[in-house]
C-alpha cells in the first residue's frame, strides 16, 4: 500500500506499522529506509505499480541501523544496484549485522538485540552522510543529524516540499512520542536533537504511523514546541 504525502515522496507501508519513502528525483528513486526482512518485496512492487522497475531505486538511506529499518536492505540492494548510505556513527552496526550492547540504553534493548530475528546480513556502505549536507545525487534532501535514538541517526529534509521524513526521531503511534528510552541509545540527546528542525512544514512523514500533511502539521509543531529544552 502506498500513499504520496507531498509532491515526489511516497509513503510505502512495508508492515501495518511500519514506512519506508520513496523520493522521487531526476535520476530515479532515493529510498529512505527499507524495513524488515519483508521490505524489499513490497518496495519493489510499489516501484511497478507507479510504473518503475527495480533499478530505478538509484540509492537507499538509511536514516540508522536498527533492524526494523535495514534488514531487508542487503537483499534490496542486491535486487536494484541501488548505493547505501548511512551516518558514519550507525555504520558500524550495519557492518556488524546488529545493534552493539552499548547501543541501547537500557537492559530491555540490550536483551533484545540478541534475538537472531534482530540481527541482519551485514553490508558496507557505499558512502557516509554528514550533517548539513545534501544526499550525493538527489540534491533536493538535506541531511540533519539527530543523535540520540541511535548515535548516527538523521532526519531527511526535502526541502522542495517542506516535508520531514523522521525516521525514529519521532513516533507517531497512536499519539507522537520520543519512544520507548530503552531502546535509544542516549535518551537525554532525542529531545535537544529536535530543537534545529525547521517549523515550517508541509508534511512530516514516520517509520512507524501515518504520516502527517496539512493542518495536521501543526500537531507536530506542537509536540516540538512542548518538548524539553523548547523555548
Ligand atoms: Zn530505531
Ligand atoms: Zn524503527
Redesign the pocket.
Known amino acids: 500500500m502506498h500513499t504520496r504525502i507531498a509532491p515526489g515522496i511516497i509513503r510505502v507501508a512495508t508492515s501495518r506499522r511500519?514506512n519506508a519513502f520513496l523520493v522521487a528525483g531526476d535520476d530515479g528513486y532515493t529510498l529512505v529506509d527499507v524495513g524488515w526482512a519483508g521490505a524489499p518485496r513490497i518496495i519493489l512492487d510499489t516501484v511497478r505499480e507507479l510504473g518503475g522497475k527495480p533499478g530505478d531505486i538509484r540509492r537507499i538511506v538509511l536514516t540508522?541501523a536498527?533492524p526494523?529499518?535495514v534488514q531487508g536492505a542487503a537483499e534490496l540492494r542486491r535486487r536494484t544496484g541501488a548505493q547505501v548510505l548511512i551516518h558514519g556513527d550507525d555504520l558500524p552496526w550495519l557492518e556488524a549485522g546488529r545493534v552493539s550492547p552499548e547501543g541501547r540504553s537500557g537492559l530491555a534493548g540490550r536483551l533484545l538485540d540478541r534475538l537472531p530475528k534482530l540481527h541482519w546480513t551485514p553490508l558496507s556502505a557505499d558512502a557516509t552522510v554528514t550533517d548539513g549536507e545534501f544526499v550525493d545525487g538527489a540534491d533536493s534532501l538535506r541531511v540533519l543529524h539527530t543523535p540520540g535514538h541511535s548515535p548516527g541517526h538523521i532526519v531527511l529534509l526535502h526541502e522542495p516540499s517542506r516535508t520531514a521524513l523522521m525516521?525514529?526521531a519521532v513516533f507517531n503511534r497512536g499519539e507522537l512520542a520520543l519512544g520507548p528510552a530503552a531502546l535509544a541509545a542516549d535518551p537525554a540527546l532525542r529531545a535537544h536533537s529536535l530543537q534545529r528542525l525547521p517549523h515550517e512544514l508541509q508534511a512530516v512523514g514516520f517509520?512507524?504511523g501515518p504520516a502527517l500533511t496539512g493542518a495536521d502539521v501543526e500537531d507536530f509543531t506542537r509536540f516540538l514546541t512542548g518538548l524539553p529544552g523548547s523555548d
Request: hydrophobic share 10%.
Open positions: 511500519d540508522h536498527h526494523d529499518h525516521g525514529d517509520a512507524h
